[in-house]
């Protein structure tokens, strides 16, 4: 049996086209492959789930491809490529900014910076939570983006800019991811269901673009957590119970309370709310809506 792969790596867009929410960038980075002036360093920022690490790894994909498409997509298929999707690229190093933020970390990188491209064009190294890195790590890096050498790029990405150094910002070009709008995420759970052969109400797929607050990957795990507790039709009401929100005749018994001034039941209902460990400000807000 093959191992299962969560929605969000299985779904992981493999082209620039795939990426949604985020088509400035994407034509940003597009224009500069086509153009041939890409920068050495680019930063990219946002909040979690907005395609930060995806779009610096198919910008590396791009960049190494030794067989690009005619609107300079990555093929996929190359041996860069592959590698890279597999995470195991020799001329892309990813590192992870939060376990490696040492100036000895940030010492042994820059010393492979010398080494020569094996098969792509360039030497990439990826720093995810560059925002972690200690001060000494950013000062032993600085000097490598002021004189970068020709064949080496960085490409950044963090969710707290505000916490890097003026003078690294200074040296790259940053990009600022948008949330994801309910509508698109929305649009991208419908493709999914209907690539997994799954039936869901409209509403519950509404229910999980809003609970995401603009992260297609917490949406896509949200929809995973849904499908194992039910895997056939889904309905609303399946979404609502499967990720903790409050059932609607919570609400309606609410409702009679307050119409009856009936305070004790009202105060009943209230730490039953409380007490099962529900999402209590999703609980307010559909109130007011309700």
């Not at 009202?266 to 409380?274: G, L, N, R």
Request: net charge negative; with cysteine; hydrophobic share 40%.
């Amino acid at each position: 049996m093959s191992e299962y792969q969560v929605l969000a790596r299985k779904y992981r867009p493999k082209f620039f086209r795939d990426v949604i929410g985020q088509e400035v960038i994407v034509t940003t980075l597009v224009n500069a492959i086509k153009m041939e002036r890409t920068a050495h360093a680019y930063l990219f920022c946002g909040s979690r789930g907005t395609g930060k690490t995806t779009l610096a790894r198919l910008f590396a994909k791009a960049l190494n491809c030794s067989n690009l498409s005619s609107d300079h997509e990555p093929c996929n298929k190359c041996a860069s490529c592959k590698e890279i999707s597999a995470s195991n690229a020799i001329d892309v190093l990813e590192i992870d900014g939060a376990s490696h933020r040492g100036i000895e970390d940030m010492r042994q990188i820059i010393e492979t910076i010398g080494y020569v491209p094996t098969l792509g064009k360039y030497k990439i190294y990826l720093i995810d939570e560059v925002h972690m890195l200690t001060k000494e790590a950013f000062n032993a890096l600085l000097k490598t983006l002021e004189e970068p050498p020709e064949k080496v790029k960085f490409l950044f990405a963090t969710t707290e800019p505000h916490k890097i150094p003026a003078t690294i910002l200074s040296r790259c070009q940053r990009f600022n991811l948008n949330r994801i709008s309910s509508e698109k995420i929305e649009e991208k759970l419908v493709a999914i269901a209907k690539d997994l052969s799954i039936t869901i109400a409209p509403e519950a797929l509404s229910l999980i673009a809003k609970l995401s607050e603009g992260s297609l990957r917490d949406a896509e795990s949200l929809f995973d957590q849904l499908l194992a507790f039910q895997e056939s039709e889904i309905t609303l009401d399946d979404a609502s119970e499967a990720l903790g929100m409050m059932p609607r005749k919570i609400f309606f018994a609410l409702d009679e309370a307050g119409s009856k001034n009936d305070f004790s039941a009202a105060f009943k209902i209230a730490d039953e709310v409380f007490s099962s460990g529900r999402n209590l400000a999703y609980f307010v807000e559909e109130l007011i809506l309700h």
